[in-house]
């Protein structure tokens, strides 16, 4: 699968942007998608995902302002951004996975200014 993130960018702090995420093929084909961050000088941390049967979970940063969401017509998964903070500063990735195996986009720059 390819996988095409976009819609990263320069915010202010309390600022709010929306990521999507493009897939190659039918999303439902995935046990889940999902959204990474990787920050400067940091690991690749989970931030949110969505599994085939609609199931989200999200990191405890950002719990209550980021919202994952998708369009199956459109294979297509979103992530929607509010209240951003200078440390959601990083760049994010999409991942899809199917059982042990993960699939990746070529990331995008978020960053956060205070």
């Known amino acids: 699968v390819q996988l095409q993130a976009f819609g990263g960018g320069l915010v202010r702090a309390g600022g709010s942007l929306r990521l999507s995420c493009a897939a190659s093929?039918?999303?439902?084909?995935?046990?889940?998608m999902g959204w990474f961050r990787q920050a400067p000088g940091q690991e690749r941390a989970l931030v949110a995902t969505?599994?085939?049967?609609?199931?989200?979970d999200y990191s405890d940063s950002v719990k209550g302002r980021f919202t994952i969401s998708r369009d199956g017509s459109k294979n297509t998964v979103y992530l929607e951004m509010f209240s951003l903070k200078p440390e959601d500063t990083g760049v994010y990735y999409c991942?899809?996975?199917?059982?042990?195996?993960?699939?990746w986009g070529q990331g995008t720059l978020v960053t956060v200014s205070s």
């Open positions: 991942n899809a996975r199917i059982l042990q195996r993960n699939s």
């Open positions: 093929e039918n999303i439902f084909n995935f046990n889940s």
């Open positions: 969505i599994n085939v049967g609609g199931r989200t």
